[in-house]
C-alpha cells in the first residue's frame, strides 16, 4: 500500500518524478535493489545457503517470540520471564558469533597498510 500511495499520493517523491534528483533517485534505487542479489567476488561460496538460512530463523523467532512472551504473560503475570529469556538468548547469540568468527585473516596484497 505504501507503494501505491507513494506513487499516486505523492507524486514528489517517487522515483518518476521529474526533478535535478531524479537520476539520483534512480541510481540509488538501482543499487539498494541489487544488492541484496547481485553476485559479488568477495562472498563466501555458499552464501546464499548461509544468508537463506540466517533469514529463515530470524523470521521464525519474530514470528513466535510475542506468542511464547504472551503465553509466558498469561502463566506468571508479568514480563520479567520473558525479558529474561530473550536476554539469555542475546548472549548465547553473541557468544556464537564470537566463536563462528574466524581467528586468522589472512593479508591481501594491497589491503595492508605499509609499515606493519
Same mark, same amino acid.
Given at each position: 500500500?505504501?507503494? %501505491?500511495?507513494?506513487?499516486?499520493? *505523492?507524486?514528489?517523491?517517487? !522515483?518518476?518524478?521529474?526533478?535535478?534528483?531524479?537520476? %539520483?533517485? +534512480?541510481?540509488?534505487?538501482?543499487?539498494?535493489?541489487?544488492?541484496?542479489?547481485?553476485?559479488?567476488?568477495?562472498?563466501?561460496?555458499?552464501?546464499?545457503?548461509? =544468508? &537463506?538460512?540466517l533469514s529463515l530463523t530470524s523470521i521464525i523467532g519474530r514470528a513466535i517470540g510475542p506468542w511464547i512472551a504472551g503465553a509466558l504473560h498469561d502463566r506468571t503475570?508479568?514480563? !520479567?520471564?520473558? =525479558?529474561?529469556?530473550?536476554?539469555?538468548?542475546?548472549?548465547?547469540?553473541? !557468544?556464537?558469533?564470537?566463536?563462528?568468527?574466524? +581467528?586468522?585473516?589472512?593479508?591481501?596484497? &594491497? *589491503? !595492508?597498510? +605499509?609499515?606493519?
Amino acid at each position: 500500500m505504501s507503494l %501505491l500511495g507513494n506513487r499516486y499520493g *505523492r507524486a514528489d517523491h517517487t !522515483v518518476e518524478s521529474p526533478g535535478p534528483h531524479a537520476p %539520483l533517485r +534512480r541510481k540509488t534505487l538501482l543499487r539498494l535493489a541489487s544488492a541484496g542479489g547481485a553476485p559479488a567476488p568477495r562472498r563466501p561460496k555458499h552464501y546464499g545457503t548461509i =544468508f &537463506g538460512t540466517l533469514s529463515l530463523t530470524s523470521i521464525i523467532g519474530r514470528a513466535i517470540g510475542p506468542w511464547i512472551a504472551g503465553a509466558l504473560h498469561d502463566r506468571t503475570g508479568d514480563y !520479567v520471564l520473558a =525479558f529474561w529469556l530473550s536476554i539469555g538468548a542475546s548472549l548465547v547469540s553473541a !557468544v556464537a558469533i564470537w566463536l563462528a568468527a574466524p +581467528r586468522k585473516v589472512r593479508a591481501v596484497a &594491497g *589491503r !595492508v597498510p +605499509r609499515g606493519l
